[in-house]
T-cell receptor, first 113, second 113 residues
Framework: AQSVTQLDSQVPVFEEAPVELRCNYSSSVSVYLFWYVQYPNQGLQLLLKYLSGSTLVKGINGFEAEFNKSQTSFHLRKPSVHISDTAEYFCAVGKTSYDKVIFGPGTSLSVIP | EAQVTQNPRYLITVTGKKLTVTCSQNMNHEYMSWYRQDPGLGLRQIYYSMNVEVTDKGDVPEGYKVSRKEKRNFPLILESPSPNQTSLYFC????????????FGPGTRLTVL
């Protein structure tokens, strides 16, 4: 069965510092990957997704993620965070042949002024 | 504006009192889904629907019912709510395959006493 691991449940970081949110998945077949963001008291919205091709994916709000097949990882990065990036971030994975997406437990990013 | 709406946003009820949470989307999406979000567990799928009159169980369907009589609406029904159904619920929709972005509603926070 597929699973998604987000190793850090909470990540505090100072404003303008870089951040990396880690995501690992378990699957032996081709997958597609997503990062969603949930701002306080809102639903989730898509940050970026990887389907195929270039392993470096750029998303909205200056975020990017790198797909690493050998390490089964899809870590999210931003070179300089802003207060407005404070939110919950969810990694999600879907299997090419299986029409379903599995979400990780989430990482709470807190940006400290 | 393209959106998924849910009502109510907040609900406090008592054990055993039937309730319905409504979900509606205006994007003509075929696929709709209900998730519950619990701390440390991420989003878990309750039920989903591939189209009108086509519904299927997700990962945690016990205690819930759904119906899809119209393409735009996908209500979630709790026939006899119990305290372990206290959670944050999200409705989502997308077009086509799971490669595509899911659009989420704002969430319904349910407390069962």
């Amino acid at each position: 069965a597929q699973s998604v691991t987000q190793l850090d449940s909470q990540v505090p970081v100072f404003e303008e510092a870089p951040v990396e949110l880690r995501c690992n998945y378990s699957s032996s077949v081709s997958v597609y990957l997503f990062w969603y963001v949930q701002y306080p008291n809102q639903g989730l919205q898509l940050l970026l997704k990887y389907l195929s091709g270039s392993t470096l994916v750029k998303g909205i709000n200056g975020f990017e993620a790198e797909f690493n097949k050998s390490q089964t990882s899809f870590h999210l990065r931003k070179p300089s965070v802003h207060i407005s990036d404070t939110a919950e971030y969810f990694c999600a994975v879907g299997k090419t042949s299986y029409d379903k997406v599995i979400f990780g437990p989430g990482t709470s990013l807190s940006v400290i002024p | 504006e393209a959106q998924v709406t849910q009502n109510p946003r907040y609900l406090i009820t008592v054990t055993g009192k039937k309730l319905t949470v409504t979900c509606s989307q205006n994007m003509n999406h075929e696929y709709m889904s209900w998730y519950r979000q619990d701390p440390g567990l991420g989003l878990r799928q309750i039920y989903y629907s591939m189209n009108v009159e086509v519904t299927d169980k997700g990962d945690v369907p016990e205690g819930y019912k759904v119906s899809r009589k119209e393409k735009r609406n996908f209500p979630l029904i709790l026939e006899s709510p119990s305290p372990n159904q206290t959670s944050l619920y999200f409705c989502a929709s997308r077009s086509g395959t799971a490669y595509n972005e899911q659009f989420f509603g704002p969430g319904t926070r349910l407390t069962v006493l």
